[in-house]
């Protein structure tokens, strides 16, 4: 009797009394076991947050609605000439353009529809580039209501102060974050969106063009700005014969050339290096006259009598 | 503009719906109630802008609400503003062909909306009241009967006015058909007076008229003095400065020869 204990105890094989197939399943068991006690809190953890956490600010509260909205009132009431588009279209467009999908991955291929759906003729002589001027040049073609900025046209419109993006993990898009251009990606939907809608606005002017630019700052024409990086450039010569800058100045502030700064000189080079012409001017009146209504300075804005 | 965060967009289109469900004539300003009730809310202190005959003007002035904020740009201005709507006569769907003017019938949808949110605005506006006025339109700057007479005057409550301006603007280069003090202008300084507000009157209320003329800026009426400088042409030899130039020869001449 004792031989038998003993002989338990010094054993070579490990359980050489339970079968080969009982072995399978205790391993497939124990396999799924620890499957589980991994999976289940990683599915909690991903249902709780879901979505990758991103440094910059997450897609605007209602954006679907609201760029519904702006098609229709843009389509409707701004520009009822093109009241033929389909909004539910557009919309869907945009949506799939990024929805599901890496937000980090955009390329303009992905908004390849949305811009066929909302293609619009600016008319020659009537495209309003800015840089650095934002408010001013919005200012100007708000009143002057036959120029047009990249945000007087539908595309532009719809999506002015808007954020969005999406996630590949998910159909929704992320309220909480997305990508910031400089910490997490360049090719994010969002920067995509705005170089591709303004390389195809700079593509379509014809005739005699303008820009807005600022010549309180010492980067008056900037290299690194979506105009001096994509605008400029896709410009057509065989359209475009001319561009005319309008140099706005600080009100109150002593009266400086910019137009032969040596930036602004960068611009008309780079413009004659691609045989498009190019003048320049100084506080042009009508643009002048909007800084006064914003802080009519005496020295400045009292009318001649 | 300020967060009006909270607001319920889905509740306050419910309560603007009712109207659309009613013959189209038979539309009250109080129909407009529960909806008013879910949109209003506060007009910071001297930003109320009342105008007749300028609204593109004002919408241009107002900045979407930044300088000012007119009916337009308050929430239940906001939504109406550029719309029209209305029943069918016979059915019960949107009329897209044609909706009921003034003339056609009082209580249609449009008309009732503005005015019930005209009354709302009025009552809610307080400190130093802005009134635009176009001293160029040839039936009166001040309609005698309209939003502004009718369903805003009215309405001002006196203990939260200070005081009350009005601008009277005149279009660039064309007529100016009533000023401060004449007209129709007249008539409701004396209907202010009347009802106990301090007010005053401008003529072409300089901000105003710059911006007016961004798209007139080569008319004599527009140019800036320091446009004027910039162009080296001394003030003697300018249009209106002409006519001193032959007295002043004259006297020179005179003083010469004695």
Redesign the interface.
């Known amino acids: 009797m004792a031989n038998h204990r003993f002989s338990s105890v010094s054993e070579e094989e490990p359980c050489c009394d339970i079968s080969k197939k009982t072995k399978i399943c205790l391993c497939v068991f124990f396999g799924l076991l620890i499957a589980v006690i991994i999976a289940v809190p990683v599915g909690i953890l991903m249902w709780r947050h879901p979505l990758k956490e991103w440094k910059g600010k997450g897609t605007t509260a209602h954006f679907y609605e609201i760029l519904l909205g702006r098609c229709y009132t843009y389509t409707q009431i701004v520009r009822p000439e093109l009241g033929h588009k389909d909004c539910q279209k557009i919309g869907k467009a945009f949506t799939t353009a990024f929805l599901s999908k890496d937000p980090c991955s955009c390329t303009e291929q992905d908004y390849q529809p949305l811009l066929e759906l909302t293609a619009q003729t600016v008319p020659c002589n009537k495209t309003l580039f800015w840089s650095k001027s934002s408010e001013l040049a919005h200012d100007y073609t708000r009143v002057q209501g036959d120029l047009f900025t990249l945000e007087d046209t539908l595309l532009g419109y719809m999506a002015d102060g808007l954020k969005w993006c999406g996630d590949p993990r998910s159909s929704e898009m992320n309220y909480q974050s997305c990508p910031d251009r400089r910490e997490d990606c360049s090719n994010n939907s969002f920067s995509v969106f705005w170089n591709a809608v303004s390389k195809r606005f700079a593509e379509d002017a014809c005739g005699v063009v303008h820009v807005v630019l600022n010549g309180s700052i010492s980067n008056t024409f900037d290299e690194r700005s979506t105009f001096g990086r994509v605008e400029v450039f896709n410009l057509r010569p065989e359209k475009v014969h001319q561009l005319q800058a309008w140099v706005m100045h600080d009100i109150g502030s002593v009266h400086s050339d910019s137009c032969s700064s040596s930036s602004v000189n960068n611009l008309k080079r780079i413009l004659k290096e691609r045989s498009i012409a190019f003048s320049c001017q100084n506080n042009y009146g009508p643009i002048r006259l909007l800084q006064c209504v914003k802080s009519p300075e005496p020295s400045s804005c009292r009318f001649y009598v | 503009m300020e967060s009006k965060g909270g607001r319920n967009?889905t509740a306050i289109w419910e309560a603007f719906k009712v109207v659309l469900v009613k013959d189209p004539c038979s539309v009250l300003p109080s129909d407009y109630d529960r909806f008013i009730d879910l949109s209003r809310h506060s007009i910071p202190r001297d930003k109320s802008l009342f105008w007749e005959n300028n609204h593109l003007l004002v919408t241009?002035?107002s900045?979407n609400g930044l300088r000012f904020l007119p009916l337009c740009s308050v929430l239940y201005g906001r939504i109406g503003d550029?719309?029209s709507w209305c029943r069918q006569e016979n059915a019960s769907g949107l009329d897209y062909q044609s909706c009921p003017t003034s003339e056609d019938c009082e209580n249609n949808a449009v008309d009732s909306f503005w005015k019930r949110a005209s009354m709302q605005y009025a009552r809610e506006s307080s400190g130093v009241i802005s009134v635009m006025l176009n001293g160029s339109e040839p039936s009166g700057a001040y309609p005698v009967k309209g939003f502004f007479a009718d369903f805003e005057i009215p309405y001002f409550q006196k203990d939260k006015i200070t005081r009350i301006e009005i601008w009277v603007m005149h279009e660039i280069g064309k007529p100016k058909v009533e000023s401060c003090g004449e007209g129709t202008v007249k008539i409701l300084e004396e209907r202010l007076k009347k009802m106990g507000f301090q007010y005053s009157c401008i003529n072409d209320h300089?901000?105003?008229?710059?911006?007016k003329?961004?798209?007139h800026?080569?008319h004599p009426?527009?140019?800036?003095?320091?446009?004027?400088a910039?162009r080296e042409i001394p003030p003697l030899w300018?249009e209106?400065g002409a006519s001193h130039i032959v007295p002043l020869l004259v006297a020179l001449a005179s003083a010469v020869h004695m």
């Open positions: 967009c241009s002035y900045e550029f719309l300089l901000p105003v008229k710059l911006l003329c961004v798209d800026s080569t009426d527009c140019v800036l003095n320091s446009a004027a910039s300018a209106h």
